[in-house]
């Protein structure tokens, strides 16, 4: 029997892959591999079906957030609050611009920053929020905004997993003054490589992004900044233009799987199943319940994940430590227990594969395979 892996990009290569390797070919015989015309027509076209102004392609998620807090003048000094439960990248930006991460516990529900917290951690330093729109959910962009408003601070949109998703009818990235995207392979729309963008209505934060991506320069050879080598390749911007019109349908089929699981997992008392906020629309880059049992070893939810894996199940933890108690982080002076709901969240999370392709059967599998599990490690 096949393992379910987490996800299976060699399934949706197989319905578009003529249209991909059509695109690639042309690249190839244009002899232009970095920026140009293919480059520029995504950026138009992303920024266009973003509902933005302005979309400037970049090397990574990474980076589009980093050049996004430099494009707005954040660094030594200032602070910027996020969340202590997601991918460290969010807060290793703030400390590579020489600014401080500030952290904020998250809601239970939604395992996304808990708004409500937000405005008690600003100080006169706080220069910008960065809410994560973690596994597809998004956050209340309605309450952030309003609070950054407020104490007037700029709010950077990661949407890293979150690509298509939207709050009150709006899609995210383009509620906050700058939306950051990843386009590594797993997300929602992936290159075949790493890839990132930035998307904002502000044509002056835009110009900023493009010349810090390419050395600072302002025309060849002349360099008004200090920028770093940021540029989407030609190659990865045709195959994304390729991928953009499934996005949705895509997305879709995305929503459906999550039906699928919340149907199927209903029942079950130990888990803890996602769930939507009133007025967002989660495009459900990963599935992630929660296992709130118990057992001798106070490892359940890790037994579960190597059980699971023996009957041919690739689940996956996002994420077992909190950002706030890294060791890269240990000199901000956190301590366990500080932000309880985080802790015992990246204890209990468990994320199920999840994936346009999956087929019902193989959601069935993964049900039945959990529901085992959670029988054996009971006893």
Known sequence: ?????PIDLVRQYKVIGEQVNAAVQDVLASGRFIGGPIVESFEQQFAAYMGAREGVACNSGTDALYLALRALQIGPGDEVITTPFTFIATAEVITAVGATPIFVDIDAQTFNLDVSQLAAAITDKTKAIIPVHLFGQPINMTAVMEIAQTYGLAVIEDCAQATG??????????????????????????????GGAVITNDRSIAASIRQLREHGMVSRYYHEAT?????????????????????DCWNDARRQVADTYHQLLQPVPEIVLPQEQPGGCS??????????????SGRFRDEVHSQLL???????????????????????????????????????VLSLPIFPELSFEEQQRVVYSLKDCLILERV
């Not at 939207?166 to 392979?185: D, L, N, R, T």
């Not at 495009?283 to 001798?296: A, G, H």
Request: aromatic residues 12%; glycine residues 10%.
């Open 283 to 296: 495009v459900w880059n990963q599935y992630t319940i929660r296992l709130t049992q118990e057992n001798s």
């Open 310 to 348: 023996k009957l041919g199940v690739s689940s996956m933890v996002y994420y077992p430590l909190p950002l706030h108690l890294q060791p890269v982080y240990k000199k901000l002076g956190y301590q366990p227990g500080q932000f309880p709901v985080a802790e015992r969240t990246c204890n209990q």
């Open 227 to 247: 920028g770093i080598n940021s540029r989407l390749d030609a190659l990865q911007a045709a195959i994304l233009q390729v991928k953009l019109p499934y996005l």
């Open 165 to 194: 998703a939207q709050w009150a009818g709006q899609k995210v990235g383009s509620i906050g003054h700058v939306g950051c995207f990843s386009f590594f392979p797993t997300k929602n729309l992936g290159a075949y490589g790493d």
């Open 1 to 5: 029997m096949r393992n379910i892996p």
